[in-house]
Nanobody
Framework: QVQLVESGGGLVQAGGSLRLSCAASGGTFSTYDMGWFRQAPGKEREFVAAITRLGISTSYVDSVKGRFTISRDNVQNAVWLQMNGLKTEDTAVYYC???????????????????WGQGTQVTVSS
């Protein structure tokens, strides 16, 4: 059983930056591919980014490419999402996810997620 705890959310002006963190415990972190999803009010939870277990490959939804960067450290058991050039449409609750790249995590397949964090709110003001 893996526990995921996100932090780093908050209120930021458009054009600003935030760095989300996700701390993992209770399992073998390096055996999981990791991802970030987000859910805005009244919308479906959507894929944002994913990274393979050794950090060799990454995947991003088109709307964040060039602005967001996912990274991980298997010694610290952590994954991060660096978000630059934030836009008001990035406002959402962001969720950390542990799952399987081979099952479609990199394409945003929620069935490929084995564990979810509780989420952290990101609000971007204009």
């Amino acid at each position: 059983q893996v526990q995921l705890v996100e932090s780093g959310g908050g209120l930021v002006q458009a054009g600003g930056s935030l760095r989300l963190s996700c701390a993992a415990s209770g399992g073998t972190f390096s055996t999981y591919d990791m991802g970030w999803f987000r859910q805005a009010p009244g919308k479906e939870r959507e894929f944002v980014a994913a990274i393979t277990r050794l950090g060799i490959s990454t995947s991003y939804v088109d709307s964040v490419k060039g602005r967001f960067t996912i990274s991980r450290d298997n010694v610290q058991n952590a994954v991060w999402l660096q978000m630059n050039g934030l836009k008001t449409e990035d406002t959402a609750v962001y969720y950390c996810a542990a799952g399987r790249w081979s099952a479609g995590l990199s394409r945003g397949n929620r069935a490929a997620v084995d564990y979810w964090g509780q989420g952290t709110q990101v609000t971007v003001s204009s």
